[in-house]
């Protein structure tokens, strides 16, 4: 992974990582008293553990929206930040899927190798988030018997959509595990997988601010 400045008030785009400043971090839970007692918040910063770029909350105006989810161990609680430009570090993409590995079941290694080749074969990337991300990125224990795959692919060639979504289908077919995640447009707006797969004539597409219906056209065009 990549960590770099956040150019000044730049946006984020949806999964983006944030490091927050440790002095900015230790001023937001002072004035958090709702997050008082969540023991593994203290030293978030410090461990150099990162929060995630999410959807503003409705009337939530300004700032950077983000998002931290906790561990099962510490009751899978989301918890919702809004920040200043000046209190962010630095930036990174979601880890690509190899970087990951280590980290997934053992029983995942050989879907996750297909998953790997199916997006070198049609030149795109593919990124990993959702509770695999977490465990890999602070070394807690955010998997269960039960956790999906979550993970984001960049758009593949119009003529070739079709193909890699069949292609994915049966990599899944033949996973031991779930496989959920979006395709997601240069500008940062995606649609899950699955619907894409099934021909649904109204997509939900989800952007940086809201998640909005949209035709198959629209979102490919």
């Not at 461990?47 to 929206?65: F, H, S, T």
């Not at 269960?144 to 795959?149: F, V």
């Amino acid at each position: 992974m990549h960590w770099h400045a956040l150019q000044s008030d730049a946006p984020l785009q949806r999964h983006q990582l944030v490091r927050l400043k440790s002095a900015s971090w230790s001023e937001l839970l002072h004035m958090r008293s709702d997050l008082a007692g969540e023991a593994l918040l203290p030293g978030w910063a410090d461990r150099g553990w990162p929060l995630i770029a999410r959807r503003p909350l409705p009337g939530e105006v300004g700032g950077y929206a983000l998002g931290l989810p906790l561990p099962p161990s510490a009751g899978k609680r989301r918890i919702a930040i809004n920040v200043r430009y000046e209190d962010v570090d630095a930036v990174s993409s979601l880890p690509h899927l190899l970087e990951t590995i280590a980290s997934a079941p053992a029983a995942w290694e050989s879907s996750m190798h297909r998953l790997a080749a199916l997006a070198e074969r049609h030149a795109i990337e593919v990124r990993v988030f959702g509770s695999l991300a977490w465990q890999w990125l602070t070394g807690l224990t955010y998997l269960s018997p039960s956790s999906d795959l979550d993970v984001i692919w960049t758009l593949p060639s119009r003529e070739r959509i079709a193909t890699f979504l069949a292609e994915l289908a049966d990599i899944e077919a033949q996973a031991p595990m779930r496989l959920d995640g979006e395709l997601i447009r240069a500008d940062g707006s995606g649609v899950n997988w699955r619907e894409l797969h099934a021909g649904a004539k109204d997509l939900a597409l989800k952007t940086p601010v809201d998640v909005q219906l949209c035709s198959y056209e629209a979102f490919v065009a």
